[in-house]
């Protein structure tokens, strides 16, 4: 029984470090995601303003 006790320790460590390590970088995609979209909205709109001024 002592056996049991000693492997599940560190089994759960290992557990939980690993969903800390999941749930951590899940966050940072869904910021990333947003983070991208804003910056090819950006350039997107660096383009439209360029082909504007060369029109007039």
Do not use: C, D
Request: glycine residues 6%; hydrophobic residues 45%; without cysteine.
């Amino acid at each position: 029984m002592s056996a049991l006790i000693w492997w599940l320790i560190p089994l759960l460590g290992t557990a939980g470090a690993l969903f800390y390590v999941w749930r951590v970088g899940r966050s940072k995609r869904e910021t990333n995601i947003e983070k991208s979209i804003a910056e090819y909205e950006r350039f997107r709109s660096a383009f439209e303003s360029q082909h504007r001024s060369e029109e007039l």
